[in-house]
């Protein structure tokens, strides 16, 4: 016979086991049905803020950080409330979103595609936000808007300038405030015909990734358009820092200007390097030798300090603007920070509040309202002028400016001249255009 | 069990137990504490040690048995990556043709690096290694950037073929219909543990890889590859030809790299040029030494760390900081601020810096050497961690380059 080995502790042992066991089902049929991702349940609301704080990027993203937490604090109610008082939609209270309590995460995008997603996923896996904004960088705003698209969260794209984010790769959960690279040439080709002739030889470099691309795409095609020809075009490593290499040939490549399509870091060492081999002083054919950077920022006018004096291109907003909400939002940066804000700042602020104003109108955070809200959505009051949400695409129109390196400037922050604002029309282009014909936007995704 | 005796099995199983919970036991405070933000168990995350994990395992197969330190290794995880990205774009999102072919690519690209490579060795097969990484690294950023999509990165488009997609198939990642972004979220109490298939499908793999490493480890293979780790001078001049021995081991890791960054793509279906640069390279170097070179779970523990680190300290902002301090006076919380602020947010590497040189100096056999002491520590057993646990802990071998 078979001695039962069963005492009264195994008994117990067994039935705590069964007892779990029999739990387990009903514990896991306990997580909640919601309607779409991190459906915001408590007294607050998490945004997620994806900049790059390292990399060639990293003076871009700590702006946009700034002016993250001050849209933060204004939607919050607190400060001086900034553009919200001259935003033309007036949902925003100082309530927070639809009465609850904005607060955010941050993250580090490296300004590389991989460690961006890994940033953005966390956010939405962990912390739980409702909307991703951010990127300083094309690259990794084009990865990031993808991600939130299967993720089922809005993307708000901070400063990218590629004709791709809404163009081949755009996403129906992916909004862009900021202008892009067709916009660039559209509105600078005149002026540089205006001012250098319509017969000029231009030699691009060019940042090797997607805006560089369509940007070095945008300005040739705008440029030849007037007459120039493209003598060349130098692909060039984001991931430099010397362009030595890359200026010398430009020397004697018969060409009589210089186009950088180059941004933040790259094009701060890029001008300096072109100036430190004499490219400005330079005559070719009988006419001065001109350099133009397409898309300008005072932050890179700042790193490149003297050598900017002078030199044409675009922009997506100037601090020294006189409009309302310009001068709203310069007053309550500069009081908060004690210095004006960079264009990618004010990118990144309007976005975070047209976020704000599109749940505030739909009456929800699903990802599917929001869209809704924000496709064709007209509003002023931001800087910019009257500006339209396009629904086909997801891009804002408005008013380009086209700017020049100050001569004399009167202060550290005074580095930028507006020379001309050219105006909506002549920078819009056909949601079919070649330059950003391939893609779809699909279906919005709530996601869960 | 399975061809291990008894010492092994148990040792196993604390493995397989150790992965199967680990969305709970990265998940130790409730959602309410201010200390949860340093929970780690979401799927992003879990994702990325199980991953890492594989890699570091099979790199150690290479630097912890034959000493040969091969400092290009992220180039077999990039290309595994790009391979099953391309099986998405061409077929479907089903992940299992990505990662066989990840795992071919990889081995064939490590027949011929490790055929040209292992020529040398010490100093300058590291620096052929690394000449070779460097070199695919620019290829994809620039040069085959038709292939690689550059510095974007590899994405697939609604418009690629993908011929095996059914009309109305799952558009994410998935095995055979289960997709990988499934997630089952159970709130219990005031904990909320998420179980992932993503994450559990990597775990059953990181298995998978760990109990083949585990017989390499014990297998008359290994003991040839640990015999050239520790004089393979010796080895030659008894008429063994130690080449085909380092050459096998080389590809095999390579494998187990191409895996690891198959399973990245089938996680998140992008491939960026980055993972294949140096630094990527320089970073399972960094698991491993970190956890233990030589010993089966020290990769393991070193990529957890490493990666813990990336994705949980990065994310630490002043804002999180004022929280903490919060109930300090003005000035004090402000002065605390300002000192722990250069340690968090961006500048996470640096406290990794700092503890990864604490570790080197003070725990030469790295993280799993804490194990080993306070298990001396207890049991008084007396003698060297090496009598304790022979074959767990590390040996002092001579350097590579002697």
């Known amino acids: ?448 | 069990m399975a061809g291990l005796d008894a010492r092994d099995t148990r040792f196993l199983l604390i493995v397989v137990a150790l992965t199967l919970f680990t969305p709970i036991l990265l998940q130790p405070f409730p959602e309410s504490s201010s200390l949860a933000q340093f929970n780690a168990g979401y799927p992003d995350l879990m994702q990325r040690f199980a991953i890492f994990g594989i890699f570091a395992i099979g790199f150690n197969i290479l630097f912890g048995l034959t000493g040969y330190l091969s400092f290009g290794h992220a180039a077999f995880l990039g290309v595994g990556s790009y391979a099953t990205v391309w099986m998405f774009k061409l077929l479907s999102y089903n992940v299992l043709p990505g990662l066989i072919l990840a795992v071919i690519t990889s081995g064939l690209f490590a027949l011929l690096i490790g055929y040209i490579s292992l020529r040398r060795s010490g100093i300058y097969f590291s620096i052929l290694t690394l000449a070779f990484a460097q070199m695919s690294f620019n290829l994809a950023y620039s040069v085959l950037t038709p292939i690689t999509n550059g510095e974007t990165g590899l994405q697939v488009y609604t418009d690629d073929p993908q011929y095996l997609l059914a009309e109305g198939g799952l558009t994410t990642t998935h095995i055979f219909g289960l997709a990988m972004n499934k997630s089952l979220v159970a709130p219990v109490g005031g904990w909320e543990f998420t179980f992932n298939v993503g994450y559990y499908f990597c775990a059953v793999i990181a298995i998978a890889a760990f109990y083949l490493s585990l017989r390499i480890f014990r297998s008359p293979f290994g003991m040839m590859l640990r015999a050239v780790k520790s004089n393979q001078q010796r080895m030659s001049y008894t008429g063994l030809n130690t080449r085909p021995y380092t050459l096998a081991a080389f590809v095999i890791s390579g494998m187990y790299a191409g895996l690891a960054g198959g399973l990245m793509a089938s996680m998140d279906p992008l491939a960026g040029a980055e993972r294949m640069q140096w630094t990527a390279s320089g970073e399972v170097v960094l698991m491993t030494i970190l956890g233990g070179a030589g010993t089966l779970m020290g990769p393991v523990l070193g990529a957890g760390f490493i990666k813990y680190f990336e994705n949980i300290f990065s994310k630490i902002n002043d804002n999180v900081l004022h929280g903490w301090f919060a109930f300090l006076p003005d000035g004090l919380e402000d002065l605390l601020v300002t000192i722990v602020h250069p340690f968090v947010g961006k500048g996470w590497h640096l406290t990794l810096g700092l503890l990864f040189m604490l570790v080197v100096i003070f725990l030469p056999g790295g993280l799993v050497e804490v194990g080993q002491r306070l298990r001396r520590l207890f049991t008084r057993r007396g003698g060297t961690p090496d009598a304790a646990d022979p074959r767990h802990a590390p040996k002092s071998a001579p350097h590579v380059a002697e």
């Open chain 1, 1 to 448: 016979m078979v001695k039962s080995l069963k005492t009264r502790r195994d008994v117990l042992k067994s039935g705590a086991l069964a007892g779990a066991g029999l739990a387990t089902p009903v514990i896991f049929t306990g997580s909640s049905a919601s309607a779409f991702t991190n459906e915001p349940t408590g007294a607050t609301v998490t945004l997620g803020f994806n900049v790059p704080q390292t990399g060639p990027y990293a003076d871009e993203g700590a702006d946009e950080l700034r002016a993250y937490e001050l849209a933060v604090e204004h939607l919050n109610g607190g400060g001086d409330g900034g553009m919200i008082s001259t935003f033309s939609s007036k949902t925003l209270d100082g309530t927070g979103i639809l009465g609850k309590k904005v607060e955010y995460v941050t993250g580090d995008t490296q300004t590389k595609t991989d460690a961006a997603r890994a940033s953005a996923r966390s956010m939405i896996e962990k912390d739980g936000a409702i909307m991703i904004t951010g990127g300083s960088s094309s690259g990794p705003a084009i990865a990031v808007q993808a991600l939130c698209q299967e993720a089922g969260v809005i993307f708000m794209a901070g400063l990218t300038h590629s004709n791709d984010t809404t163009g081949k790769d755009k996403k129906a959960n992916g909004f862009r405030h900021f202008f892009n690279g067709y916009m660039s040439g559209a509105a600078l080709a005149p002026v540089l015909a205006a001012r250098y002739g319509a017969d000029r030889v231009a030699y691009h470099l060019t940042a090797d990734y997607t805006w560089g691309w369509t940007q070095e795409e945008s300005i040739a095609a705008a440029t030849e358009a007037l007459g120039w020809s493209t003598i060349d075009k130098v692909r060039t490593p984001l991931a430099s820092t010397d362009f030595s290499s890359y200026i010398a040939p430009v020397l004697n490549s018969g060409a009589d200007v210089l186009i950088l399509n180059h941004y933040g870091g790259n094009m701060v060492n890029s001008l300096t390097n072109a100036v430190e081999f004499g490219l400005r002083e330079k005559e070719v054919n009988g006419r001065a030798f001109e350099i133009v950077v397409p898309l300008y920022s005072r932050l890179m006018a700042a790193g490149a300090g003297e050598n900017v004096k002078g030199i044409l291109g675009s922009t997506n907003w100037h601090w020294s603007l006189q409009d309302q909400g310009s001068k709203a939002f310069v007053q309550s940066f500069g009081t908060k920070y004690g210095f004006p804000p960079s264009q990618a700042a004010h990118t990144v602020y309007c976005q975070t509040l047209l976020y704000a104003d599109a749940v505030n109108r739909a009456g929800s955070f699903n990802p599917c309202a929001v869209v809704e809200a924000l496709e064709g959505f007209e509003f002023d009051g931001l800087g910019n002028g009257p500006t339209l949400y396009r629904a086909e695409d997801h891009q804002c129109f408005k008013d380009v400016l086209v700017v020049q390196g100050k001569e004399n400037p009167e202060n550290a922050f005074d580095l930028l001249e507006v020379v001309e604002i050219t105006p909506v029309e002549q920078v819009t282009y056909d949601p079919e255009h070649p330059m950003f014909a391939g893609g779809a936007l699909g279906e919005c995704n709530p996601g869960a």
